[in-house]
C-alpha cells in the first residue's frame, strides 16, 4: 500500500510537472527556441492571482489573471522575440534570461523574498478516500485533470482548426508558410499567448498546492525542462508523460529517502537523455 501510494501520488504531482511543461514544449514546436523565463513567468501569475484575490476572491482573480498572462506573452513575442529569432539561437535565450531577472528582482521588490501561498479554503484539505490508508487530494485531482485537458484542448487546436493548422505549417516550414500568406510573427505571437496561459494555470495551481517566493522560477524551468525533454521535444503528449514519469520518479525516491526526492527525478532524466535522446514520444514532422 505505501508504494502504491506513492506511485499515485508521483502520478498526481506528474500531471503538475505536465501543466507547467506544456507551454514550454508547444513554443519549443512552433519557434524551435527555449523560454528560460518559462518558470518566472508561472511564478508572476501566482503572484498576480495573490494579489487580485485580496480584493475580490479566488477564481474571478484567476479568470481575470489568465488573459493577461496571454496578452503579456503574445505582445513580448510581437514586441521582442520577433526580431530575436532572425538574429540567431542565442538572442532570444539572452532576451528570456533577461526576463528572468527582471520578474524576480521586481517580485523581489514588491513581494520580499517571504514565502507566500494561495489560500484555497476547504479544497486545499479535501481528499478522496480511496482504500483505509490511501487517500487522493482533491486539489492535486483536479491539477491532474487540468494537466489532461488542456493537452486535449491544444492538440485540438493544432489539429481541427485553421488557425492550429497554420501554426503546424509554420513550424515544419517557416519559409514555405510565408509562401502561401501565413504570417508567421502573428502565429509566433499566438504560441507565446498559449504558452505563458499554460505557465499561468501551472504556476496558480503550484500556489495553491505549496508555498512560494520570487526566486523559485528557475526550480520550476528546471522541472518544466525535464518534462519536455524526457517526452520529447515538442510533443505535447510526450510531455504529459515527461511531467508523469519525472513526478513518479521524485515520489518513489522520496519513499525510499525524504532527500532522494527531486535527485531521482534528477537521475532518471539524464538516464533517459542517455537511452533514448531524442525522447519518451518525440515530435513527428507535420503531427
Given at each position: 500500500m505505501v508504494w502504491t501510494n506513492a506511485l499515485l501520488q508521483g502520478l498526481l504531482t506528474g500531471g503538475l510537472?505536465?501543466?507547467?511543461?506544456?507551454?514550454?514544449?508547444?513554443?519549443?514546436?512552433?519557434?524551435?527556441?527555449v523560454n528560460l523565463a518559462h518558470g518566472d513567468f508561472s511564478i508572476l501569475a501566482a503572484f498576480l492571482v495573490?494579489?487580485?484575490?485580496?480584493?475580490?476572491?479566488?477564481?474571478?482573480?484567476?479568470?481575470a489573471i489568465l488573459p493577461v498572462m496571454a496578452l503579456l506573452g503574445y505582445s513580448l513575442?510581437?514586441?521582442?522575440?520577433?526580431?530575436s529569432i532572425s538574429m540567431g539561437?542565442?538572442?532570444?535565450?539572452?532576451?528570456t534570461f533577461a526576463f528572468s531577472i527582471i520578474i524576480q528582482n521586481v517580485l523581489l521588490k514588491v513581494f520580499s523574498s517571504?514565502?507566500?501561498?494561495?489560500q484555497t479554503d476547504s479544497l486545499g484539505s479535501s481528499s478522496i478516500k480511496i482504500t483505509d490508508s490511501i487517500y487522493i487530494g482533491l486539489l492535486p485531482l483536479l491539477t491532474f485533470a487540468i494537466g489532461v485537458l488542456l493537452t486535449l484542448a491544444?492538440?485540438?487546436?493544432?489539429?481541427?482548426?485553421?488557425g492550429g493548422r497554420a501554426m503546424r505549417a509554420t513550424s515544419d516550414d517557416p519559409t514555405a508558410a510565408e509562401l502561401v500568406g501565413i504570417n508567421n510573427r502573428h502565429i509566433y505571437g499566438l504560441a507565446t499567448g498559449i504558452g505563458l496561459f499554460a505557465a499561468g494555470i501551472a504556476g496558480i495551481l503550484f500556489g495553491m498546492r505549496t508555498q512560494f517566493s520570487p526566486s523559485l522560477g528557475p526550480i520550476a524551468l528546471i522541472f518544466a525542462f525535464e518534462a519536455v525533454i524526457i517526452g520529447g521535444l515538442g510533443s505535447l503528449w510526450g510531455t504529459l508523460l515527461?511531467?508523469?514519469?519525472?513526478?513518479?520518479?521524485?515520489?518513489?525516491?522520496?519513499?525510499?529517502?525524504?532527500?532522494?526526492?527531486?535527485?531521482?527525478?534528477?537521475?532518471?532524466?539524464?538516464?533517459?537523455?542517455?537511452i533514448r535522446p531524442q525522447g519518451l514520444l518525440p515530435k513527428q514532422r507535420g503531427k
Amino acid at each position: 500500500m505505501v508504494w502504491t501510494n506513492a506511485l499515485l501520488q508521483g502520478l498526481l504531482t506528474g500531471g503538475l510537472y505536465a501543466l507547467l511543461a506544456s507551454g514550454l514544449s508547444l513554443v519549443f514546436g512552433v519557434m524551435r527556441i527555449v523560454n528560460l523565463a518559462h518558470g518566472d513567468f508561472s511564478i508572476l501569475a501566482a503572484f498576480l492571482v495573490l494579489t487580485v484575490a485580496g480584493q475580490s476572491n479566488l477564481w474571478l482573480g484567476t479568470i481575470a489573471i489568465l488573459p493577461v498572462m496571454a496578452l503579456l506573452g503574445y505582445s513580448l513575442q510581437r514586441s521582442l522575440l520577433n526580431k530575436s529569432i532572425s538574429m540567431g539561437v542565442l538572442s532570444p535565450l539572452l532576451i528570456t534570461f533577461a526576463f528572468s531577472i527582471i520578474i524576480q528582482n521586481v517580485l523581489l521588490k514588491v513581494f520580499s523574498s517571504d514565502t507566500r501561498s494561495i489560500q484555497t479554503d476547504s479544497l486545499g484539505s479535501s481528499s478522496i478516500k480511496i482504500t483505509d490508508s490511501i487517500y487522493i487530494g482533491l486539489l492535486p485531482l483536479l491539477t491532474f485533470a487540468i494537466g489532461v485537458l488542456l493537452t486535449l484542448a491544444i492538440h485540438f487546436y493544432l489539429m481541427r482548426t485553421r488557425g492550429g493548422r497554420a501554426m503546424r505549417a509554420t513550424s515544419d516550414d517557416p519559409t514555405a508558410a510565408e509562401l502561401v500568406g501565413i504570417n508567421n510573427r502573428h502565429i509566433y505571437g499566438l504560441a507565446t499567448g498559449i504558452g505563458l496561459f499554460a505557465a499561468g494555470i501551472a504556476g496558480i495551481l503550484f500556489g495553491m498546492r505549496t508555498q512560494f517566493s520570487p526566486s523559485l522560477g528557475p526550480i520550476a524551468l528546471i522541472f518544466a525542462f525535464e518534462a519536455v525533454i524526457i517526452g520529447g521535444l515538442g510533443s505535447l503528449w510526450g510531455t504529459l508523460l515527461g511531467g508523469i514519469v519525472l513526478g513518479v520518479a521524485q515520489s518513489i525516491g522520496a519513499q525510499i529517502n525524504p532527500a532522494y526526492g527531486v535527485l531521482t527525478g534528477h537521475i532518471v532524466f539524464i538516464l533517459i537523455l542517455l537511452i533514448r535522446p531524442q525522447g519518451l514520444l518525440p515530435k513527428q514532422r507535420g503531427k
